[in-house]
Nanobody, 125 residues
């Protein structure tokens, strides 16, 4: 399984950015794909997840209402649309994939077996 994250960059506070995660080699039944972010000196935070079977989505409170995770082009690419970015959104963003993850664990980094390389998002004032 391989994941390739892209789309990071520099954006002003209040702006928007779309991240992409290209997934290959994953059987999508009973799987979940999530976006995490890690700011310097902080723990990795699960911010959005999409579950393959029914496309249910889960968001952290920190991004709910501003970020949207969705799938396009079949199951092979997952996007994170980020609107109204805040300064605290500066972080390395990772996509991750896993199978058989229970709903209560979809935002836990330890639940995911496969990780992309990360893409830097910097939000400026």
């Amino acid at each position: 399984v391989q994941l390739q994250a892209s789309g990071g960059g520099l954006v002003q506070a209040g702006g928007s950015l779309r991240l992409s995660c290209a997934v290959s080699g994953l059987t999508f039944g009973n799987s979940a794909i999530a976006w995490f972010r890690q700011a310097p000196g902080k723990e990795r935070e699960g911010i959005a997840c999409i579950v393959s079977d029914n496309d249910d989505t889960v968001y952290s409170d920190s991004v709910k209402g501003r970020f949207t995770i969705f799938r396009d082009n079949g199951p092979n690419t997952v996007y994170l649309e980020m609107n109204n970015l805040k300064l605290e959104g500066t972080a390395v963003y990772y996509c991750a994939a896993g199978s058989g993850i229970i709903l209560s664990s979809v935002r836990s980094a330890t639940a995911y077996a496969y990780w992309g390389q990360g893409t830097q998002v910097t939000v400026s004032s």
